[in-house]
Structures are given as structure tokens and as C-alpha cells.
């Protein structure tokens, strides 16, 4: 036994080249916004390293990870419920509105040392639109409002909105009013079709509307729209 822990453990004596690196993983903001955070490492050839799932109550600070020394970057999100982890990407099933993600991708870091760090900032990554009727008194639960677009998720490596198809049905969030989330967007085709006693009555360009106001996904408000 003795023996077994000279040979696996790392000493003065020895070349320390296949000792791992300790990674110092600061969260940041994240217990702020959620209890969970899927942590995940990546080569610079975008392979997955590790995958982790933090429990924020018990870690809100950080949290260490043995890696294989070299340089990786390292990724993180929460607010996930209905989006698909597929390989570096975050899609959004068919049908489905956006979840309300907060995300991060970081620079390379340098782990051929014994130890390196990492802090973890979370970017918003979606919009709550709050949608009202104004021309349609008494008839809301004759409507059906469904959103279209050209974004289906976000990349875990950079960020970038995800090019795919988008749709889903708003949902109703009060009298004449429906509450739709989408995710930040690739770019402006974002649509909201209006359908009476299933017949489309009108089309309106959502992502004209969000480009035109100058809103990001990093601004924390919802957007309300008003459809007269």
C-alpha cells in the first residue's frame, strides 16, 4: 500500500507534468439566481473535459476541480427546464417557449501550473414579452397568439444565438393579456401571429419592434406590447 501512494501521488522528487491542476471555479452571481449550475470544461478543440452540477446552497462561493494540466475554458448555465443539452448547444424542443437561462462562456485558461482560477459571471440570455390586446375586449379567450423565428437555442462555447426554427403558443397571463419568453436572437424575424376563431388575423414583427426600442437580453425589464 505504501508502495501504491508513492507511485500515485505527486512529490518534489518527481516530474510533475502528469499531476492534475487544481481549478478554482468562482461563481459569482450565481447563487443569486438559481440553486443548481451546470459547470462544464472544455479542450480548446471544443471537447467536453467535465460536466458538473453545483448545489449553490452548499457552494455559493466556488468550488475546486482536479483537471488534466493545459489550457480549457470553462462554460456555465442555470434556469434550464425544457431546453436540450445537444453536445456544446442549449436547443429548445419544438413548440416550446424559451427558459429564462443565464449563462457564461470564459476566456482560455492556463492549467498547465498547479493551480488556476476561473469566475463565473452569468449573461442573460432571454426575453419575457408581455403582450396585450387592446382592440379585442371580451374575446381573449377566442384568441391564439403564436411566436415564430429563426433562433433555437445558444452555443455554451460563445454565447451566440443558435440558427433553427422557432415556435410556440403564448401563454395567457391575465385578462386580454399573454406572457410569451424567447431566447436572445439570432436576428429580427422574430413574428407573433394572431389567429381569431382560427383565423389569422394579423402579423406582428416582434423582432422589429425589440430592435427599434433598443432592448438587449441583458436589460433585466420584461418588454410589454401593446397590439391595438
Given at each position: ?14 516530474d510533475?507534468?502528469?499531476?492534475p491542476?487544481?481549478?478554482?471555479i ?7 439566481l438559481?440553486?443548481?449550475l451546470?459547470?462544464?470544461?472544455w ?25 488534466r ?14 431546453v436540450?443539452?445537444k ?5 429548445i424542443?419544438?413548440?416550446k ?38 382592440d ?13 423565428g ?18 410556440c ?9 399573454w406572457?410569451l419568453?424567447?431566447?436572445r436572437q439570432y ?9 381569431l376563431?382560427g ?8 423582432g ?11 436589460q ?8 391595438n
Amino acid at each position: 500500500m505504501a508502495l501504491c501512494i508513492l507511485l500515485c501521488s505527486c512529490t518534489v522528487l518527481e516530474d510533475r507534468g502528469p499531476c492534475p491542476c487544481h481549478l478554482n471555479i468562482y461563481l459569482g452571481n450565481s447563487s443569486e439566481l438559481a440553486e443548481k449550475l451546470s459547470v462544464s470544461g472544455w479542450s480548446l478543440d471544443s471537447q467536453r473535459l467535465f460536466n458538473d452540477k453545483i448545489d449553490l446552497v452548499k457552494f455559493p462561493d466556488y468550488y475546486t476541480k482536479k483537471v488534466r494540466k493545459g489550457y480549457l475554458t470553462v462554460s456555465a448555465f442555470c434556469g434550464n427546464r425544457t431546453v436540450i443539452l445537444k453536445d456544446e448547444m442549449l436547443i429548445i424542443p419544438s413548440g416550446k417557449q424559451g427558459d429564462r437561462i443565464w449563462a457564461y462562456s470564459g476566456e482560455p485558461v492556463n492549467a498547465e501550473g498547479e493551480t488556476a482560477e476561473d469566475h463565473i459571471v452569468l449573461h442573460k440570455q432571454y426575453a419575457d414579452i408581455h403582450i396585450r390586446i387592446n382592440d379585442l375586449p371580451g374575446r381573449a379567450d377566442e384568441l391564439v397568439l403564436r411566436a415564430t423565428g429563426n433562433t433555437e437555442g445558444i452555443s455554451l462555447l460563445s454565447l451566440k444565438p443558435e440558427k433553427g426554427p422557432f415556435k410556440c403558443l403564448a401563454e395567457r397571463d391575465g385578462d386580454d393579456n399573454w406572457l410569451l419568453t424567447v431566447p436572445r436572437q439570432y436576428d429580427s424575424s422574430l413574428k407573433l401571429e394572431i389567429f381569431l376563431d382560427g383565423v389569422l388575423k394579423r402579423t406582428v414583427s416582434i423582432g422589429e419592434l425589440l430592435k427599434n426600442s433598443g432592448y438587449t437580453a441583458e436589460q433585466r425589464k420584461a418588454i410589454i406590447a401593446d397590439i391595438n
